[in-house]
Protein backbone atom coordinates (compact mmCIF):
# COMPACT_ATOMS: atom_id res chain seq x y z
CA UNK A 1 0.00 0.00 0.00
CA UNK A 2 1.57 3.41 -1.02
CA UNK A 3 0.25 6.75 1.06
CA UNK A 4 0.04 9.88 -1.30
CA UNK A 5 -0.51 13.72 0.43
CA UNK A 6 -0.54 16.42 -1.17
CA UNK A 7 -0.13 20.19 -0.59
CA UNK A 8 0.73 23.36 -2.29
CA UNK A 9 -2.28 24.34 -3.84
CA UNK A 10 -4.42 27.92 -3.95
CA UNK A 11 -5.39 31.30 -5.24
CA UNK A 12 -2.67 32.86 -7.96
CA UNK A 13 -3.21 34.99 -10.54
CA UNK A 14 -2.06 34.49 -14.29
CA UNK A 15 1.80 34.48 -14.68
CA UNK A 16 2.47 33.74 -11.33
CA UNK A 17 4.04 30.05 -10.22
CA UNK A 18 2.99 27.42 -7.54
CA UNK A 19 4.86 25.13 -6.03
CA UNK A 20 3.04 21.69 -5.52
CA UNK A 21 4.57 18.40 -3.31
CA UNK A 22 3.34 15.11 -2.30
CA UNK A 23 4.42 13.16 -0.01
CA UNK A 24 4.97 9.06 -0.65
CA UNK A 25 4.82 6.43 2.10
CA UNK A 26 4.51 2.79 2.26
CA UNK A 27 6.05 -0.43 1.27
CA UNK A 28 8.39 -0.95 -1.66
CA UNK A 29 7.57 2.67 -2.78
CA UNK A 30 11.19 3.04 -4.83
CA UNK A 31 9.46 0.62 -6.73
CA UNK A 32 6.42 3.07 -7.88
CA UNK A 33 6.76 5.95 -10.43
CA UNK A 34 4.91 8.76 -9.16
CA UNK A 35 3.23 11.34 -10.99
CA UNK A 36 0.64 13.91 -11.42
CA UNK A 37 -3.03 14.45 -12.78
CA UNK A 38 -5.54 17.26 -12.68
CA UNK A 39 -8.86 17.74 -13.23
CA UNK A 40 -10.65 20.78 -13.92
CA UNK A 41 -14.38 21.33 -13.68
CA UNK A 42 -16.58 18.95 -15.75
CA UNK A 43 -13.33 17.34 -17.67
CA UNK A 44 -11.79 13.82 -17.08
CA UNK A 45 -8.50 13.86 -15.33
CA UNK A 46 -5.72 15.01 -17.33
CA UNK A 47 -1.58 13.67 -17.41
CA UNK A 48 0.47 16.63 -16.09
CA UNK A 49 4.13 15.10 -15.49
CA UNK A 50 5.83 11.52 -14.33
CA UNK A 51 9.21 10.57 -13.13
CA UNK A 52 10.56 7.45 -11.69
CA UNK A 53 11.76 6.37 -8.27
CA UNK A 54 15.52 8.48 -9.12
CA UNK A 55 14.09 11.59 -10.63
CA UNK A 56 15.21 10.24 -13.85
CA UNK A 57 12.50 9.21 -17.22
CA UNK A 58 10.66 12.44 -16.78
CA UNK A 59 8.01 13.12 -19.17
CA UNK A 60 5.19 16.17 -19.28
CA UNK A 61 1.63 16.60 -20.57
CA UNK A 62 1.48 18.47 -23.93
CA UNK A 63 -0.14 21.47 -22.04
CA UNK A 64 2.15 21.84 -19.41
CA UNK A 65 5.77 21.12 -21.23
CA UNK A 66 8.21 24.07 -20.96
CA UNK A 67 6.52 25.70 -18.05
CA UNK A 68 5.90 23.02 -15.41
CA UNK A 69 8.70 20.73 -14.03
CA UNK A 70 8.31 17.66 -11.62
CA UNK A 71 11.45 16.67 -9.45
CA UNK A 72 12.17 14.19 -6.66
CA UNK A 73 13.49 15.36 -2.88
CA UNK A 74 14.17 13.79 0.46
CA UNK A 75 15.47 10.38 -1.02
CA UNK A 76 12.36 10.17 -3.50
CA UNK A 77 9.71 10.59 -0.71
CA UNK A 78 8.77 13.73 -1.96
CA UNK A 79 7.57 14.68 -5.32
CA UNK A 80 7.88 18.63 -6.52
CA UNK A 81 5.68 20.16 -8.90
CA UNK A 82 6.93 23.76 -10.15
CA UNK A 83 4.41 25.35 -12.05
CA UNK A 84 5.84 28.72 -14.07
CA UNK A 85 3.51 30.77 -16.22
CA UNK A 86 0.79 29.96 -14.95
CA UNK A 87 -2.70 30.36 -17.15
CA UNK A 88 -6.55 30.17 -15.94
CA UNK A 89 -6.70 26.90 -17.94
CA UNK A 90 -4.52 25.82 -15.67
CA UNK A 91 -7.28 26.14 -13.10
CA UNK A 92 -8.12 22.38 -11.61
CA UNK A 93 -7.67 19.78 -8.98
CA UNK A 94 -3.96 18.46 -9.10
CA UNK A 95 -3.41 14.63 -7.85
CA UNK A 96 -0.24 12.72 -6.94
CA UNK A 97 -1.06 9.32 -8.79
CA UNK A 98 1.74 6.05 -8.25
CA UNK A 99 1.61 2.92 -9.70
CA UNK A 100 4.16 0.02 -10.77
CA UNK A 101 5.86 0.67 -14.08
CA UNK A 102 3.77 -0.66 -16.27
CA UNK A 103 1.39 2.49 -15.48
CA UNK A 104 0.34 3.82 -18.47
CA UNK A 105 0.04 7.54 -18.04
CA UNK A 106 -2.25 7.98 -20.91
CA UNK A 107 -5.02 6.26 -19.16
CA UNK A 108 -5.92 7.10 -15.89
CA UNK A 109 -7.49 4.10 -14.82
CA UNK A 110 -3.99 1.65 -14.53
CA UNK A 111 -3.03 4.56 -11.94
CA UNK A 112 -2.90 2.34 -8.13
CA UNK A 113 -2.95 4.77 -5.95
CA UNK A 114 -4.48 8.70 -5.95
CA UNK A 115 -3.59 11.33 -3.65
CA UNK A 116 -6.86 13.39 -2.03
CA UNK A 117 -6.00 16.27 -4.55
CA UNK A 118 -5.02 19.91 -4.14
CA UNK A 119 -6.93 22.76 -5.52
CA UNK A 120 -5.47 24.92 -8.17
CA UNK A 121 -7.11 28.44 -9.12
CA UNK A 122 -5.80 30.62 -11.71
CA UNK A 123 -7.10 34.22 -12.28
CA UNK A 124 -7.28 36.51 -15.33
Known amino acids: QVQLVESGGGLVQAGDSLTLSCSVSGRAVSSYVVGWFRQAPGKGREFVAH????????RYGDSVKGRFTISRENAGSTVILQMNALQPEDTAVYYC?????????????????WGQGTQVTVSS
Open 97 to 113: AAGPKSLRWDVPRTVSF
Open 51 to 58: SGWSGTNR
